[in-house]
């Protein structure tokens, strides 16, 4: 990658150089284990004239979304929080019977059966086939596309304009910034509001979140860099909410620029945060790789010392974060012999790279382990809840990021 995807300059300096992995939601079916399977380079920049943090557009949206494996509502955490957001944004925007929602990568409905159940008139737009089905058979109204000013535009004459556009954790999926930012301003009203939510990067850095860099991921926004890709497209931030979803993130309110009015304190503060983190200068991007290297480094400490002393490690959870960790830190089935997964769609599957077996929740209570790596480490809250029954063996809980903590569980 030679120039930046959103402002076009070539002062690129790196951030962290992960190596090569595998598309992270690449699971392999059994008879795809003696295959080649390609890995591709993953290395963060950040664009010091713009200041986004972006990888290479190597893996294209099409090859990772036509199907994926992927479900938002086996989170119940996640279901509650878009639950939550509907509740709230019905009321803060005042949506009533005639209003009009659309949701960006609406995924199995997770979010617009909340909006369905109010009676208020939406459409998803997904453009992975399967999950979408599952939408529709959940009776959530959705478009199988890709976003583009096209598609905006498209969706708009048919349905009319959108009083809210949601856009939860799809705009960092995107290498097409701009085109992708056009399709948003296409979709909403001249006087609607558009929300997005994506991972905030002065999170990713001060909590060493690094395993959310994957192919998926194209880039990583500060409120600052986010400011300038959403004025790319027609629009304008007016306010900023931090959020603890994916251990970090912010919810940006924008409006088309004609209709925007004057930022909030809140945005206003966050951008102060951003600058006195140092996240306008290279200083701030500096230490991060080092920090990167000792959570891999005290992981594999831990799982080596573990195998050693004839102690057992099983992982919960097969998320794609999992799988950049997994990788990075070159753990196999020696030292994990499985992970488990409530998603159905990924048992009897491995993950990528590391080909570790994925396995029904159930197994855990069969085999007793001494440890369960937690590789969904964003969902702590939940997960010691729903995996308190592993107190009834003596066994602990272990949290790779943002540094390596075990934890004795209590029911």
């Known amino acids: 990658m030679t120039r930046c995807r959103l402002c076009g300059s070539a002062a690129l300096a790196s951030v962290v150089d992960l190596g090569a992995t595998p598309p992270c939601e690449s699971f392999l079916a059994a008879d795809e284990l003696d295959r080649p399977e390609p890995a591709y380079p993953l290395h963060l920049r950040v664009c010091t004239d713009c200041w986004l943090a ?243 480094r005290d992981l594999l400490r831990f799982l080596i010392e573990a195998a050693d002393r004839g102690e057992t490690v099983v992982g919960y959870g097969a998320p794609g974060k999992g799988n950049t960790l997994l990788n990075h830190c070159g753990i196999r089935p020696d030292l994990l012999p499985y992970t488990v997964d409530r998603n159905p769609y990924k048992h009897g599957r491995f993950t990528p790279g590391t080909r570790i077996p994925i396995l029904p929740p159930e197994q855990i209570a069969v085999d007793r382990p001494d440890y369960v790596l937690v590789l969904p480490w964003n969902l702590r809250a939940e997960l010691v809840e729903q995996l308190a029954f592993v107190h009834a063996w003596g066994g602990r809980l272990v949290f790779p990021i943002p540094e390596l903590s075990i934890v004795e569980v209590e029911r």
């Not at 893996?59 to 939550?84: I, Q």
């Not at 957001?85 to 659309?102: M, N, Y």
């Not at 009776?139 to 004459?157: E, I, K, Y």
């Not at 900023?240 to 924008?254: I, Q």
Request: net charge negative; with cysteine.
């Open 54 to 296: 972006q990888i290479p557009p190597l893996v294209t949206p099409e090859e990772t979304f036509t199907e994926y494996a992927y479900f938002s509502s086996y989170s119940t955490s996640w279901v509650e929080h878009a639950r939550t957001f509907v509740a709230d944004a019905v009321r803060r925007l005042d949506l009533g019977p005639d209003a009009f929602v659309t949701e960006v990568a609406s995924n199995d409905g997770y979010l617009l059966r909340h909006v369905v159940d109010r009676g208020i008139r939406c459409l998803g737009i997904e453009p992975s086939a399967n999950v979408g089905a599952t939408a529709r058979e959940a009776g959530v109204p959705t478009l199988t596309a890709f976003l583009s000013p096209d598609t905006g535009a498209a969706v708009r004459a048919e349905h009319g304009p959108a009083d809210l556009v949601v856009a939860n954790n799809v705009y960092a999926h995107i290498p097409d910034v701009v085109g992708f930012t056009e399709g948003l301003r296409a979709l909403v009203a001249d006087d609607g509001w558009v929300s997005i939510e994506v991972q905030h990067l002065l999170t990713l850095i001060e909590q060493n979140q690094y395993d959310t860099i994957y192919h998926e991921h194209f880039q990583y926004y500060t409120v600052a860099s986010a400011i300038r890709a959403l004025a790319s497209g027609g629009l304008t931030l007016v306010d900023v909410e931090l959020l603890p979803t994916h251990g970090g993130s912010v919810r940006l309110w924008a409006r088309p620029a004609e209709a925007a009015g004057e930022p909030t304190q809140r945005v206003l503060d966050v951008l102060a945060r951003e600058k006195a983190a140092g996240l306008q200068e290279l200083s701030g991007y500096t230490e991060f790789s080092a920090r990167v290297a000792k959570v891999r």
